[in-house]
């Protein structure tokens, strides 16, 4: 089982930054795929990026990825999105994601952090 809870949303200015961190609370020593999502009032959850155990990463098609970084520590079960330069269209809700591989496919959301940017 996973909990997965997220931290440092909020209020921006356009141009400035924020790092999300997401810190699954689990039993499994490293989970194999740790991502992120959001979600703009009326719009489909989209993926931001992936973060894969053991090093490697995935952006989705619709990703800032000139913007936005992930990254994670395996060992911690930790991910993190650093968004940079950030616009008035980035303000979502950010949605923490995980998948592990053990006798099937198991999937975990996190309740997500808001992100506002202000023109």
């Known amino acids: 089982q996973v909990e997965l809870v997220e931290s440092g949303g909020g209020l921006v200015q356009a141009g400035e930054s924020l790092r999300l961190s997401c810190v699954a609370r689990t039993s499994i020593p490293s989970i194999n795929v740790m991502s992120w999502y959001r979600q703009a009032p009326g719009k489909e959850r989209e993926l931001i990026a992936r973060?894969?155990?053991?090093?490697?990463?995935?952006y989705g098609d619709s990703s800032p990825a000139g913007r936005f970084t992930i990254s994670r520590e395996n060992d911690k079960n930790t991910v993190y999105m650093q968004m940079d330069n950030l616009e008035p269209e980035d303000a979502a809700g950010y949605y923490c994601h995980a998948n592990h591989y053990s006798g099937g496919v198991q999937d975990y959301w996190g309740r997500g952090a808001q992100v506002t940017v202000s023109a």
């Open positions: 973060a894969i155990k053991g090093g490697g990463t995935v």
